[in-house]
């Protein structure tokens, strides 16, 4: 009785580890899929083929020691709880939403699209130099932007004399880009900044022979920016780059497809990543590649 006993207790120690890796690799898996990273379509098969292979060798055993309820209950919480987090996660990552315009707009006749050809390379030969540190920017930043501003209603209340004086311009959402709503920023920069955004948007066209768009997730940030920011994300500094108008972050990991001329993912973040390297070896921009946040994160120099 006593060796059932501890049979079973070993039993269910195994049976509670095991179910925790597969939810985990599940939760892992949704997640990638709403973030729209790289990870490939084969990987996500491999994790819910582990999954399905755990519940059909643990069929028979469980049904013995705890009988079918227990069996049921546990099971299905293996594909309940990650389709709860699949809603959330619909819901909450990233919070970004794409305006209502498509790039199927004119685009300026000057950007010839050229014959449609496959890219070669891999982004991570372009990346492994994106490694620029703060310092290097913090300098470019300061010695080429404006001091932090202390809330975007400062920045409103400026914006004219500062836009008269050509010290700071707005960017939006355009036919060559996609700038998203902005929830940690505003989307304010001084004009060499807009400058490169164009440049790299015009350069990205023509690479990929196609009207894909990237996006912008974060631009100018104002001491309370960084404040509200600092609950959610602790490595936000005062001290960013972000706050001198002259750094933004575009995304790796999500872009607008042109319908007509479509390019995967890997397709698009090459090209993306091609396009920075040419122009930070060109002394026009210092670029750090920002893993967490999914981004390339770019000074101005």
Avoid at 7 to 35: E, G, M
Avoid at 53 to 60: F, P, S
Avoid at 145 to 165: C, H, M, T, V
Avoid at 217 to 246: M, P
Wanted: hydrophobic fraction near 40%.
């Amino acid at each position: 009785m006593k060796i059932q006993r501890r049979d079973k207790l070993i039993f269910k120690s195994a049976y509670y580890l095991t179910s925790l890796i597969c939810l985990s690799l599940l939760v892992w898996a949704v997640i990638r899929i709403h973030i729209n990273t790289s990870a490939s379509f084969g990987l996500m098969l491999v994790i819910y083929a582990i999954t399905a292979l755990y519940l059909a060798l643990t069929i028979r055993v469980t049904h013995k020691l705890w009988g079918f309820k227990k069996f049921i209950t546990h099971s299905l919480s293996l594909q309940l709880f990650p389709l709860c987090v699949a809603i959330i996660t619909s819901n909450t990552i990233p919070e970004e939403s794409v305006p209502a315009s498509t790039s199927k707009e004119i685009i300026e006749e000057e950007i010839v699209l050229g014959a449609y050809e496959p890219l070669t390379g891999r982004p991570r030969d372009y990346e492994r130099y994106f490694n620029d540190l703060q310092d290097k920017q913090k300098e470019a930043a300061l010695k080429n932007g404006f001091a932090p501003f202390e809330s975007r209603s400062a920045i409103e209340a400026n914006y004219q004399k500062l836009y008269d004086e050509g010290m700071l311009v707005h960017i939006k959402s355009n036919p060559k880009y996609i700038v998203r709503d902005l929830t940690h920023s505003s989307p304010y920069v001084v004009p060499k900044v807009a400058k490169l955004l164009d440049d790299i948007a015009v350069a990205f066209i023509r690479k990929t022979q196609s009207r894909s768009r990237f996006m912008v997730t974060s631009v100018l940030r104002t001491e309370e920016d960084i404040k509200k920011l600092q609950r959610v994300n602790k490595n936000a500094s005062s001290a960013s780059c972000h706050c001198n108008g002259t750094t933004i972050d575009i995304s790796y990991a999500r872009f607008e497809q042109d319908e007509e001329r479509p390019r995967n993912l890997y397709e698009l973040r090459l090209a993306l990543a091609q396009v920075l390297h040419e122009l930070r070896a060109e002394g026009r921009c210092y670029v750090k590649i920002e893993r967490k946040q999914l981004c390339y994160h770019i000074t101005v120099r």
